[in-house]
T-cell receptor
Framework: GQQVMQIPQYQHVQEGEDFTTYCNSSTTLSNIQWYKQRPGGHPVFLIQLVKSGEVKKQKRLTFQFGEAKKNSSLHITATQTTDVGTYFCAGAAYGGSQGNLIFGKGTKLSVKP | NAGVTQTPKFQVLKTGQSMTLQCAQDMNHEYMSWYRQDPGMGLRLIHYSVGAGITDQGEVPNGYNVSRSTTEDFPLRLLSAAPSQTSVYFC???????????????FGSGTRLTVV
């Protein structure tokens, strides 16, 4: 079945350093979504990428979708303590149902002030 | 709007007991899903629905049943609880992709279930 792999599992950074998490799918995706979950909270939707090679920015966050639509990345510039949490990517297989949204295991980010 | 409402927030069950986790959304979303979250395992899809009367299995459906009689409600039933079902359960909903592809899923606040 479809698998979505995410690395690294953990990342510890000093405040102000950059952070990147990578997502790879075993199958071609129709789209990729990114979520953030704060400790003790629920996942919150950040963004969706649909087009091959698409790049989107949200303030200090940059999201990319690979040309083959099988990988994606999230880059945070100059991390802040408010960025702490676990970042998940999630994808639906191309030709499949958007309802069958498979999540990666997430990257847990900690930021040292 | 309340968004996605899950009840109860906490539950302790004995092995073999059955129960229903409730999920309701007031956003008229077509898609609804149930995920379980275990440490180090991320979010795993249990069942999902693309509309009233339509359900399908996700990655880990065994031991769980769902039904979708209305657009608003998507209950998850544990038929005979087992310790392996101890987890945090999240319900989520979304518009279907043809209607709005930019909003993603809205998650409920979760149900923390312990099976002893």
């Amino acid at each position: 079945g479809q698998q979505v792999m995410q690395i690294p599992q953990y990342q510890h950074v000093q405040e102000g350093e950059d952070f990147t998490t990578y997502c790879n799918s075993s199958t071609t995706l129709s789209n990729i979504q990114w979520y953030k979950q704060r400790p003790g909270g629920h996942p919150v939707f950040l963004i969706q990428l649909v087009k091959s090679g698409e790049v989107k920015k949200q303030k200090r966050l940059t999201f990319q979708f690979g040309e083959a639509k099988k990988n994606s990345s999230l880059h945070i510039t100059a991390t802040q303590t408010t960025d702490v949490g676990t970042y998940f990517c999630a994808g639906a297989a191309y030709g499949g149902s958007q309802g069958n949204l498979i999540f990666g295991k997430g990257t847990k980010l900690s930021v040292k002030p | 709007n309340a968004g996605v409402t899950q009840t109860p927030k906490f539950q302790v069950l004995k092995t073999g007991q059955s129960m229903t986790l409730q999920c309701a959304q007031d956003m008229n979303h077509e898609y609804m899903s149930w995920y379980r979250q275990d440490p180090g395992m991320g979010l795993r899809l249990i069942h999902y629905s693309v509309g009233a009367g339509i359900t399908d299995q996700g990655e880990v459906p065994n031991g769980y049943n769902v039904s979708r009689s209305t657009t608003e409600d998507f209950p998850l039933r544990l038929l005979s609880a087992a310790p392996s079902q101890t987890s945090v359960y999240f319900c989520a909903s979304s518009y279907y992709e043809g209607r709005d592809r930019g909003l993603g899923y809205t998650f409920g606040s979760g149900t923390r279930l312990t099976v002893v």
